[in-house]
Structure formats: C-alpha cells, structure tokens
C-alpha cells in the first residue's frame, strides 16, 4: 500500500505537470482535444487537460525566407541569375497551422515560379531597372496566395540580377562611354559658359568706358562752356568800359596829331589819359604807338 501510494502520488504530479503550458509574449497557443481544435490562447501561463489535450505554439514574429538563386531568360532571350528574400508573419496561427503543410517550402516554390513569370514578360534593360516594380509584383501574388494561409507577406526584395559576363563587360564599355561623352559634353559646355561670361565681360566693360568717356567729355564740356561764359561775363564786366575810352583815345589822338589846340572840359575823362595838367591849358601831343 505505501509503495502504491507513493507511485500515485508521483503519477498525480506528473500529471499536473504536462498539464501545464507557458506561452512566450511573441507566441501563441492552438489547443488540440483529441486532435481537434478547441480553443486559441496568448501568452503566460496555460493549462490544459493532461493526456486529451495538447499545445502547439505558434511563433507570430515576422520571418525572412531566402529563395535561391536561379537561371531566368527575360523577354529577349538574355539568361540572367536572380535570387530574391520573402519578409512575412502569421496573422491567423490556426489557418497557418492546418492550411499549409510547409509554409516555407511552399512560398518558396511560389516566388521562384512567379519570379520567372514576371522576369519573362520583361527585356534585360527593364529588368535592370524596374526592381520596384517587380518587388511589388511578387510582393501582390505571394500575398493574394498565403492570405488564404493566415500569413502575411510584407515585402519581397529581389537581391540581385546578375546577367552574363559577356553582356556584364559590354554594358561596362557602354557605360564608360556614356560617361566619357557625359563629361566631353559638360567641359565643352563649361568652355562655352566661360566664353560667354568672359566675352559678356568684355562687353560691359566697354560699354561702362564708353559711358565714361561719355560723361567725361559732357563734363569738360560743361567746364569748358562754364569757363567760356565766366571769362566773357569778366570781359563784359571789367573791359568794356576800359575799351571805350580807348577807343576815345585812338580818336583823340588821330585829332591832335597836327598839334592843333582844343579846349576839353576838365570833367572830361580824357585829362589823365593826355596827361594834362589840372589847369586844362596845356596840350601834350600823344606819339603813335606801334
């Protein structure tokens, strides 16, 4: 009786123990009765009925598979390498458990295929340059196909595309000529911009001397025609009554050439010019100056 008791006890703690179950924070729980499907359960502690029931956890964290490397002829017949990598995550733990046998596998398989398809309905060049949009095109089949497996894709990025050597060296060479004419063109560019600044240059320069020139003739003229009319308003101011009783003087002496008499007034102005004496009674005859 003691040992058989002690066995029941130890089978009782047994028992209780794979009753119980712990769910990660980033996991979820699918409880099987019997091998049917009860209940789903989150995260931390879980017990289930030991012997009927049991626990599959499921990992809800997003997941990258890579897809090989593979050989794909494109729409001008070119085989090029491409190989590709599928981000996804479980949004329904039980359809991604019983809908699919292997999901990995199986998402695998569907980009390779569809990777060819799309791959072939393009031209090396495109293929080239159209990453984006392959990436979306395989990113909106994968996901239309593994929506009905609980899972969702949420990018695909193709990783490369690797032509054959012989078109890899000949797309170098045009390449290199390409930048070669690129650079041809932007130095005879820049030569004909330098031409055109310099000769701009040139322009504005002499047109400013021409200005220059311009307003520095205007304003020796000014000058000039400004010292034209001070002297001739000098003249008119200070000479012409000088000149007058010259020209009295002329008249008076071609008069009294023959030493002839004549009385002048002593107001007159011709007394200190004659060189008469206060008296007005003496004449002196003027010699002609030469």
Not at 107 to 123: E, F, H, M, Y
Not at 133 to 145: K, T
Not at 181 to 210: D, F
Not at 227 to 233: G, L, N, P, Y
């Amino acid at each position: 009786m003691p040992i058989l008791f002690i066995i029941i006890v130890i089978f009782g703690i047994f028992t209780l123990l794979i009753g119980v179950r712990i769910v990660r924070q980033y996991e979820k729980g699918i409880v099987l009765r019997l091998g049917k499907f009860r209940s789903v359960v989150g995260p931390g502690l879980n017990i289930i009925v030991p012997y009927i029931e049991s626990l599959i956890k499921v990992d809800m964290r997003e997941k990258v598979i890579n897809v090989e490397p593979q050989v794909v002829i494109t729409k001008d017949n070119v085989t090029v390498t491409v190989d590709a990598v599928i981000y996804y995550k479980i949004v329904d733990p039980v359809r991604a458990e019983f809908e699919v046998e292997d999901f990995d596998t199986a998402v695998t398989t569907l980009a390779q295929t569809n990777l060819r398809n799309v791959i072939g309905d393009k031209s090396l060049d495109e293929t080239l340059i159209a990453r984006d949009s392959i990436n979306e095109s395989l990113r909106e089949v994968l996901d239309d196909v593994t929506n009905n497996w609980g899972v969702k894709v949420t990018r695909v990025e193709v990783q490369k595309i690797d032509p054959p050597v012989e078109i890899t060296e000949a797309m170098g060479l045009q390449m290199r000529a390409e930048r070669e004419k690129r650079a041809s063109i932007l130095q005879s560019e820049g030569v004909r911009q330098s031409e055109i600044l310099e000769a701009e240059g040139a322009k504005s320069a002499e047109i400013l001397k021409a200005e220059g020139d311009a307003k520095a003739r205007v304003l020796r003229a000014d000058a000039e025609a400004l010292a034209v009319k001070r002297v001739a308003e000098a003249a008119n101011a200070y000479f012409k009554q000088n000149a007058q009783i010259l020209k009295r003087l002329e008249v008076s002496q071609a008069v009294l050439q023959n030493n002839t008499k004549y009385v002048i007034p002593s107001s007159s102005d011709l007394i200190n010019l004659l060189n008469l004496d206060g008296d007005g009674a003496k004449i002196v005859p003027l010699k002609k100056t030469k």
